[in-house]
């Protein structure tokens, strides 16, 4: 959510392409190569562009597989790392280091001279100079030295920076962005310095991700709802990308709502998200929710709170499409159920997929249209007309039917390709399985729109915004009417006027804001770390490799990292049981001291810690079993127990799983931490860090609730909500994207219905 917010704000698009293949500096906030990309091919397409020549610059605490490969490793502290940016942008710019023309032509220099120095000369040169004043306190010398690093260091960045000009590619998803209080603002300070440096939309540079993919619609898509939900979207976050589920059971206590009927799909809150008892106590209050249907493809410890349990396929086990941004290029792909596909190829009938998937598996698609069909038999309700067929009126569609007639109107160009092999789009999509768009997908931005003949435009002589009837259709730049961004200016925006009319006018320019874990907030020498709980391994998906045997016995812990440093300040040794104590909590676990870990932060891999009760269902190779315990004192600790070795399962592999611990759930002892800006939980916490005492056992996690909720209610008081009152009666600005969009109504609070 934070590192979407960040470049929302500044292009008007959410999430980045960068273009490694091309690229002369990559520059990663984060671990990419290895585990923290998005999709695998990055890594592969980085690691041939240094062969090439490239260089690469990674900031991370960690001396991770990425950090050990970077020509530049910057080891910041967490919170520190939109400082570094911000100075390495200030000296590019005071050196002019930068790109001139796209500054002057795709960046709103215009709208920040008029609101913020009215009587300024309108220039470029003018704006440069006012802008550099405002970064002047993010001074080389001063970065450094709150990021911990070598003096030097920001130098050094802005040189690698000013040597790659246009072709730099650049990253930032989770890492920092998502740890921090304030994290969008090095997402948008990433940003700004790729389009500083004219590498935004150009080849080797970094693109927005929308033009390097394709979202075809369905046959039938319903009207925009104009209900509002407020245990997803809450006023207190008016600005949040996107929806606020991690706040769920805090919201339902705090009295927002009751949920009738809620579907987990492929959602783990009870393990992923922060708080996890908190999740618990909500599923198993029927006050709060009346039914929770889970649908998972893999057992999963929020199933366990299930009323039903509704098992989804993998992507061998259903029809679905794909698109993302792995290169400069924009494809989809099409999968399908194999048992299925091979049931069809034979001719034999193929009406449902339980009949040939494992087990009970329905593949989603065909569950969806089945249930939409029993709530409006009649169709009186207006549902069951979205799943009527395109091709054969009044009936029921099929999966099949769905993707045929996307393939053959939404999809631009492929009818044509399926002609010239013989096929129609459906039959070359199961068979060849992707479709490659022509058209270049860089510099869209410089794309000249088509006026309908006789249309007056106008462009505004001041912004050089154009409209048409109103409605802005574009940005005038080199005489001619582009596409631009997505922004209110139609250019890459400096200032945001969104967030100063939201309440946020202190932060409507960049700059970095003191994170929950800064420096100067945490005291090593005497236990206080930040600890960094986002890292992923590159043996591990997310939560998803529980089950698989040769991937847990390569990585089946997650020790705390800690540098030998931090470790012998405090007589930690190796492998010993240290306990991590946060704010509403603490874990036991183990130490790992390495080199590897910058000193005074520590660090716990995601993906271990998972767990299953006695006798209930659950991974034997990934999972321990637990108990859950309430304490004298009234906290709940889930403590791990031993348990025989299933005897007689069906894998003969489980007699030979040497490995006893499994990892510790560290989420279950974070307490919700939300920015007020974007939404996002802030990941990284502040610990104490001491030795583990005679009543602690491995994985031990103890949580005291009522301390969960006060931690709740303090980062809630940090909000500015919307309010009927303000920013004409809206909940949210409109401009701001949503997964589901919504009428105009229904962003206006005098539009709440109580039906």
């Known amino acids: 959510a934070s590192a979407r917010c960040g470049y929302q704000l500044a292009w008007g698009h959410d999430r980045p392409a960068p273009d490694h293949e091309n690229a002369q500096l990559i520059f990663l906030i984060s671990a990419h190569l290895e585990s923290g990309h998005y999709f695998n091919p990055h890594a592969q397409r980085i690691i041939e562009a240094k062969e090439r020549g490239a260089r690469i610059v990674v900031m991370d605490p960690r001396l991770s597989n990425t950090a050990s490969r970077a020509d530049l490793w910057l080891p910041t502290r967490p919170g520190t790392e939109g400082g ?40 470029v040169e ?73 590498a935004l939309g150009r080849e080797g540079g970094t693109s927005p991700a929308g033009w ?116 400069s290029a924009r494809w989809i792909s099409f999968r399908q159920p194999v048992f299925r596909t091979l049931a069809r ?26 249930l939409s069909w029993r709530i409006d038999p009649d169709g009186e309700l ?19 039917e769905q993707y045929k007639y996307m393939f053959e109107n939404d999809i631009p160009g492929l009818p044509e390709k399926a002609a010239q092999m013989g096929m129609d789009p459906f039959e070359y999509m199961t068979r060849v399985g992707a479709f490659e768009l022509e058209g270049k997908t860089d510099r869209i931005h410089e794309n000249p729109i088509e006026i309908p003949e006789g249309a007056a435009v106008i462009v505004d002589p001041i912004s050089s915004v154009a409209t048409v009837d109103g409605k802005k259709v574009g940005v005038a730049v080199d005489g001619a009417i582009r596409v631009g961004f997505p922004t209110a200016s139609g250019r890459v925006e400096v200032f945001s006027r969104l967030l100063q009319e939201w309440g946020f006018e202190d932060m409507a320019l960049p700059g970095a804001p003191l994170s929950h874990v800064a420096p100067e907030l945490l005291d090593p020498d005497n236990g206080i770390f930040v600890l960094l709980p986002t890292f992923r391994l590159p043996t591990m998906i997310h939560s998803r490799s529980a089950n698989s045997k040769h991937l847990m016995e390569i990585s089946h812990a997650n020790p705390v990292w800690i540098h030998p440093d931090d470790a012998s300040q405090h007589r930690i040794e190796d492998g010993q049981l240290v306990r991590i104590e946060t704010e509403i909590g603490h874990f036991i676990n183990r130490a790992r001291v390495t080199d ?29 079993t ?67 005492d005679s009543t602690d056992q491995y994985g031990d996690v103890v949580v005291d609730q009522t301390k969960s909720r006060e931690a709740h209610q303090r980062w809630l008081s940090l909000a500015r909500p919307a309010s009927p009152e303000l920013h004409g009666g809206l909940r949210r600005p409109r401009e701001l994207p949503r997964p589901l969009a ?14």
């Open 212 to 327: 390097n993919k394709l979202k075809p619609d369905f046959f039938s898509m319903p009207d925009h709802g104009d209900r509002w939900n407020e245990l997803i979207w809450p006023r207190q976050y008016p600005t949040s990308f996107y929806e606020m589920s991690h706040l769920l059971p805090h919201l339902v206590e705090d009295g927002v709502g009751k949920i009738g009927v809620y579907f987990t799909r492929v959602f783990n809150p009870v393990w992923t998200f922060p708080d996890g008892m908190s999740w618990m106590d909500m599923l198993r209050d029927e006050e709060k929710v009346g039914l929770h249907i889970a649908m998972t493809p893999t057992w999963n410890e929020t199933a366990l709170f299930a009323d039903l349990v509704l098992p989804m396929g993998h992507s061998t086990e259903r029809h679905d499409i794909q698109s993302q941004e792995t290169h």
């Open 382 to 400: 207006g549902i069951r007309k979205h799943f009527e067929s395109p091709y054969r009126p009044g009936e029921k569609v099929t999966v099949e």
């Open 596 to 624: 590897g870990m910058s000193p005074g932060v520590l660090a716990c891999s995601h993906h271990m810690g998972r767990w299953k009760l006695e006798n209930s269902p659950g991974s034997s190779w990934g999972s321990s």
């Open 626 to 692: 637990v108990r859950f315990e309430t304490l004298p004192d009234g906290r709940v600790r889930m403590r791990q127990i031993e348990v025989e070795k299933p005897v007689g399962n069906i894998d003969p592999d489980v007699d030979r799983s040497w490995w006893q611990e499994k990892g510790v759930h560290q989420n279950m002892a974070f307490p919700v931490q939300t920015d007020p800006v974007s939404g996002m939980h802030c990941w990284h916490q502040k610990v104490r860090l001491v030795a583990a």
């Open 84 to 123: 570094v940016i911000l100075a390495a942008l200030r000296l590019l710019i005071q050196d002019r280091k930068i790109d001139l023309e796209f500054v002057e032509n795709w960046v709103d220099w215009r709208g920040y001279l008029k609101e913020l120095h009215p009587t300024d000369s309108s220039s």
């Open 126 to 198: 003018q704006f440069l100079d006012r802008f550099t004043e405002h970064l002047d306190s993010w001074t080389p010398e001063e970065a450094d030295r709150q990021a911990g690093l070598e003096p030097g260091s920001v130098v050094a960045l802005a040189r690698e920076i000013e040597r790659a000009g246009p072709r730099m590619a650049s990253h930032i998803w989770r890492s920092a962005a998502s740890g921090n209080l304030g994290g969008w603002q090095i997402a948008r300070s990433l940003a700004l310095l790729t389009a500083f440096t004219g």
């Open 345 to 370: 190829l034979q001719g034999k009938p193929t009406e449902d997929t339980r009949g040939f998937n494992p087990g009970e598996v329905w593949e989603e698609d065909e569950f969806w249209i089945e």
């Open 742 to 755: 919504r009428n105009p109504r229904a962003y206006l609070f005098e539009n709440d219905r109580n039906d």
